[in-house]
């Protein structure tokens, strides 16, 4: 059985930044794309970047372009989401999730749908302060 854990949310300043960390056990994570995704009461889960199996290519919500960053350590299990110029727009929990098939090569349009994942984290609360 895949799991997810989210670790380092909390409360910031705007202007702040946040390191969220997610750490995969029970599948071979090198072999799955990965993304990010964040939701807010009443609202939509929404995709907000998306890494390759080796890292080397991402995709970003058009918003966190230039903020946002996500990278990851194949051999640490672990994709992280190190956040930038928070802005109170940003508060949301954000969840980290595991494609649901191995192997798929990146892809803009299926990355960012959330029906493409299979697996996801228990999530974790971003909150940015005006």
């Known amino acids: 059985q895949v799991q997810l854990v989210e670790f380092g949310g909390g409360l910031v300043e705007a202007g702040g930044s946040l390191r969220l960390s997610c750490q995969v056990s029970?599948?071979?994570?090198?072999?799955?794309?990965m993304g990010w995704f964040r939701q807010t009461p009443g609202k939509e889960r929404e995709f907000v970047g998306s890494?390759?199996?080796?890292?080397?290519?991402?995709y970003y919500l058009d918003s966190v372009k230039g903020r946002f960053a996500i990278s990851r350590d194949n051999a640490k299990n672990t994709v992280y989401l190190q956040m930038n110029s928070l802005k109170p727009e940003d508060t949301a929990v954000y969840y980290c999730?595991?494609?649901?098939?191995?192997?798929?090569?990146?892809?803009?349009?299926?990355?960012?749908?959330?029906?493409?994942?299979?697996?996801w984290g228990q999530g974790t609360q971003v909150t940015v302060s005006s």
């Open positions: 999730a595991i494609d649901r098939l191995p192997g798929r090569a990146l892809s803009n349009t299926r990355s960012s749908r959330s029906d493409e994942y299979g697996y």
């Open positions: 890494i390759s199996r080796r890292g080397t290519s991402t």
């Open positions: 029970g599948g071979t994570f090198s072999s799955f794309v």
